[in-house]
DNA sequence: ATTAATGCAAACACTTTGCAATGGA
DNA sequence: TCCATTGCAAAGTGTTTGCATTAAT
């Protein structure tokens, strides 16, 4: 991690461990989407004493401070994404992997709910199969 | 329940049972998204021995024979909808009440998934505050 | 020196499962 | 009668919390 990003988290009350560093290293770009578990799998191979626990924790005071989502696209799991930006996700519903797609243009509401129901963010979610996944189906 | 619709169940293999008509019944044009907790609670009042592992298997069931939906808009628990129909959401972030939309025309893919993305369906959901509630944080 | 993070274990919430008893078809 | 459903309790997941120890600032 460069100095310059660690600077900004002390700035923000975020205390820099080792732990931390190395969860931050490995999200860093992260467009896997990863669970929990994914990322202690990860990090504890750094910190064969990292525990679960400390993922959860760190995962939590990073979603406060911003800087990671929380996705609840996998009804089984929390995954975090370190991108921030507005974005939507495309999901292949047969390998489940999880693919970015930039954010969509407005969404109307219907008549009854136009002017009377606040709009603070509106989600996309595409399900379908992915190149790779049509090409085993197509073969059985 | 009607006879029309219990011969419906009972020809799909769906066998009915006192606490399915209950559940059934209470689904029944029900468009507020009930936990298995809330459906309990609601048939508990006439089968006091009904347990929640009834509500589940048998929500489970009727899963499977496409006559409800299990949504994953609530992180923290299942909720069924008995509107099989396509349909959107739209979620209070204060009361976490749960709203329908129709459902939205097509979305576009970016031009890297177009054509090797195969798109099954498509979900939209809008986050936001209901007039009562931005009324009552108004008051604030 | 303060104060917060770690990491273990225990607690939690929701959901599923094993199984004997029951009751639809 | 036959086989699925019931309902209890126990097990199973993923996540959170209590707390003494450790370490960042």
Known sequence: MVSALKY??????????P??????????????HPSAEDIYNAVAKKF??????TVYTTMGALREK?????????????????????????ICISCKRIFDIPAAGSI???????????VLESYVEVRGLCLECQTVNAKK
Chains 1, 2 share one sequence.
């Open 108 to 118: 109307d509401l219907p008549d009854s709910l136009t002017g009377v129901f606040s």
């Open 8 to 17: 900004k988290y002390r700035n923000i009350g975020f205390k820099l461990t």
């Open 66 to 90: 911003g800087n990671v989502l929380e996705l609840k696209v996998d009804p089984d799991k929390k995954r975090y994404d370190p991108n921030t930006a507005k974005h939507n996700h495309v």
């Open 19 to 32: 732990q931390r560093i190395a969860i931050l290293d490995y999200l860093e770009g992260n467009t896997g």
């Open 48 to 53: 064969p004493t990292m525990s679960l626990a």
